[in-house]
């Protein structure tokens, strides 16, 4: 809500929305992603190890990059090094194992 709220605010120029909407970002990034990270983790718990890794990189990139883009907004150092870190795991991390899984099941309809 923080997030949706703060984008209005700043749309409209109204004081205090871009604090808002940073709020709301850092709250989605350290809360709740990490929330639905441990969740899906739990979820995953029996399932194949490249399951769990993908979902944790995923994720990993995911909260890394965000941090790192809000960085960069704030004009704080090291924002665009996060931003690449974030990037670097999500393409040579995450993608890899989801088109293999991808590619897996595939085989396996034929």
């Known amino acids: ?10 749309y409209l120029n109204w004081k205090a929305g871009g604090d808002m909407l940073t709020f709301g970002m850092i709250c989605f990034l350290l809360l709740f992603l990490p929330m639905l990270a ?3 983790y739990k979820m995953n718990l029996g399932r194949a190890l490249s399951e769990n890794i993908k979902s944790i990189l995923g994720f990993s990139g995911a909260i890394v990059t965000g941090l790192g883009i809000i960085l960069r907004t704030s004009g704080m150092q090291h924002g665009s090094l996060l931003v690449v870190i974030g ?17 897996r099941k595939s085989i396996e309809q034929i």
């Open 38 to 40: 441990i969740n899906r």
């Open 87 to 103: 990037i670097l795991i999500i393409a040579f991390g995450f993608l890899p194992f989801l088109f293999f899984r991808m590619y």
């Open 1 to 10: 809500m923080s997030m949706t709220i703060g984008w209005l605010f700043k």
